[in-house]
């Protein structure tokens, strides 16, 4: 498995802000990194001071269009994280072969060139990335501090944040309100993708269309997928007709009984006259003489 993937999400401000300095290591814990080796990650050392520097250049280009309309709306999303995903065996053997440093130069000349070209393409503005080394699981320091340095026993999550604030400096406009609705973005994204790093062994991730358990091609996945499709309209079609057809008779006399309902319920009848009870009213007790009485003195 040699794949490189993209995953992507919107941020605000205040949450853009947060993610920014948890990617730093700003904070003192992080959710699955070990301490020991973030001094590996690498990239962009100061991501929210790159990402107010863009933002105000944005506001700055926005007030000399229109002065009372500069600052963004705190319900836009301003960021766009995209994270690559390194497949880890594939990482690890290119590390292994060229050494950590040898490696940085490589991904982060690529990681920046994969940046500027979703720039260009989709008006994103491209301000810096951070390579994550210190990520994965395996065994748990706090727990097992014996095995503290023993980077053997992690398997690691090897993945770059890739930042782009919200602005197109050329248009005067936020992409990701018309990039939100096209459903081929993620897609793109994941070509640019396999376009900058397939020369150190990565290949593409496979399209949902394609993910079968079968080893058809993605034509004659889709053809069955059709004639489905073909058949479900089909009996949707006939059921339409029929319920068409009966609200077409409303006054059509029901179907009488069949004559075997009423054979069936004559043994009921036979049963409750050999028991002697003719009605309800018949067998009931009648009042005795005293109650009588007291009810004509009532």
């Known amino acids: 498995m040699n794949k490189i993937a993209c995953k992507g999400k919107y941020y605000k401000l205040s949450n853009a802000e947060i993610l920014l300095n948890h990617i730093n290591r700003v904070f003192k814990k992080n959710r699955n990194a070990y301490p020991y080796l973030t001094n590996d990650n690498?990239?962009?050392?100061?991501?929210?001071?790159?990402?107010h520097q863009v933002k105000a250049k944005a506001e700055e280009?926005?007030?000399?269009?229109?002065?009372?309309?500069?600052?963004f709306k705190k319900s836009s999303n301003l960021l766009f994280d995209n994270v690559l995903i390194f497949s880890r065996a594939r990482t690890d053997f290119i590390i292994k072969k060229l050494g950590k440093k040898k490696f940085e130069r490589l991904i982060s000349d690529r990681i920046r060139r994969f940046g500027?070209?979703?720039?260009?393409?989709?008006?994103?503005?491209?301000?810096?990335?951070?390579?994550?080394?210190?990520?994965?699981?395996?065994?748990?320091?706090?727990?097992?501090?014996?095995?503290?340095?023993?980077?053997?026993?992690?398997r690691n999550n090897y993945h770059a944040h890739c930042?782009?604030?919200?602005?197109?400096f050329s248009t005067g406009k936020q992409p990701l309100r018309t990039l939100d609705k096209n459903s081929g973005f993620t897609s793109s994204l994941q070509d640019i993708a396999y376009k900058h790093?397939?020369?150190?062994?990565?290949?593409?991730?496979?399209k949902k269309a394609s993910k079968r358990k079968d080893k058809s091609t993605i034509v004659d996945y889709l053809e069955r997928k059709e004639k489905s499709l073909k058949r479900s309209i089909e009996q949707l079609s006939n059921t339409e007709d029929k319920l068409q057809h009966g609200l077409s008779e409303p006054n059509k006399p029901l179907a009488p009984y069949p004559s075997s309902i009423e054979a069936d319920y004559s043994p009921i009848e036979y049963d409750l006259s050999v028991l002697g009870i003719e009605s309800l009213?018949?067998?009931?007790?009648?009042?005795s003489p005293m109650r009588k009485r007291r009810r004509r003195r009532k």
């Open 42 to 51: 690498f990239g962009s050392k100061n991501l929210i001071g790159l990402f």
């Open 163 to 168: 930042e782009f604030f919200n602005y197109d």
């Open 281 to 287: 009213r018949e067998s009931r007790p009648k009042p």
């Open 116 to 154: 500027k070209e979703v720039q260009r393409t989709f008006g994103l503005t491209y301000f810096g990335f951070n390579f994550h080394m210190d990520e994965g699981h395996g065994h748990t320091p706090e727990t097992d501090p014996t095995q503290i340095h023993d980077q053997s026993q992690i």
């Open 61 to 71: 280009q926005k007030k000399s269009k229109t002065p009372n309309n500069s600052s």
């Open 197 to 206: 790093f397939k020369d150190l062994g990565y290949t593409r991730g496979v």
